[in-house]
């Protein structure tokens, strides 16, 4: 799948394949750029391939002969330390040192966690437009939490975590608070450290909360819908939200 993504296929290549064909990614990157991400995680075959388009400037189609003429500009992207593939024979050595003409680290979050405000705002606005949200901002508090922690998934845990309080925020709501943020965020004490969970009930109690608030930012927070979803009466999910700390007011209540 991913060599058909990049090199394109010719009619009748393989099973499936299109009438006609299709362009692959160098192809219709051609006269600009193109951007490979992840590239520690490319199969060593498909490292072979990948070399001799960059060499030769031409790719070929899969199920075709002729060599079409590129002129890409390359852009790559890893988490992997790709010196220390080459060394355990895990990554090309010639295709390491054909990509890596100029090189950008970008640190850790945790080690730039300044960026974190800026990088907020991006993302606010990028799910304003697919939640048909009008969130303004984070709060101040919210921001100084969320640069305790210590991102051991990145800047796409960062993203997981606003996308879960864009889901959680209230249609009043105009800004991103504590309480919207998902609970390992809130539990954080100095030093970006989540406390131990000290007792079953305490787990399940969370466990709970957590599954709670994504029903009801999936039905629109409609009590009724997120009881039926639960596989709950509305009785009993009235309960739990007391028992978890969920405000009542934030919820849209139908049929009570």
Request: overall charge neutral; glycine content about 8%.
């Amino acid at each position: 799948i991913i060599e058909s993504y990049l090199f394109g296929y010719v009619e009748g290549a393989f099973t499936g394949a299109k009438k006609g064909g299709s362009q692959g990614a160098f192809e219709q990157a051609n006269g600009g750029t193109i951007f490979l991400d992840e590239l520690g995680e490319m199969d060593f075959n498909l490292q072979s391939k990948l070399l001799r388009v960059l060499q030769e400037r031409e790719v070929t189609r899969i199920g075709g002969s002729k060599p079409l003429h590129i002129d890409v500009r390359v852009i790559s992207s890893t988490n992997r330390d790709l010196a220390d593939m080459v060394t355990s024979g895990k990554f090309r050595q010639d295709l390491y040192y054909r990509l890596n003409v100029v090189q950008l680290k970008i640190p850790p979050l945790r080690e730039r966690t300044e960026d974190i405000p800026a990088l907020i705002k991006v993302m606010i606005n990028r799910f304003n437009l697919l939640l048909g949200k009008f969130v303004m901002g984070i709060s101040d508090e919210s921001v100084s939490r969320l640069r305790e922690h210590k991102w051991p998934g990145n800047v796409r845990e960062l993203q997981n975590c606003v996308e879960y309080a864009m889901n959680i925020v209230g249609v009043n709501d105009s800004a991103i608070e504590l309480v919207h943020l998902p609970q390992y965020i809130q539990n954080l004490v100095p030093g970006g450290v989540a406390p131990h969970v000290e007792t079953l009930a305490e787990a399940v109690l969370l466990a709970e909360r957590e599954t709670i608030l994504r029903a009801l930012a999936a039905v629109g927070r409609s009590k009724k819908a997120a009881a039926k979803m639960l596989g709950i009466s509305t009785t009993t999910l009235w309960r739990k939200m007391i028992e978890t700390g969920i405000e009542k007011d934030t919820v849209k209540i139908e049929g009570a």
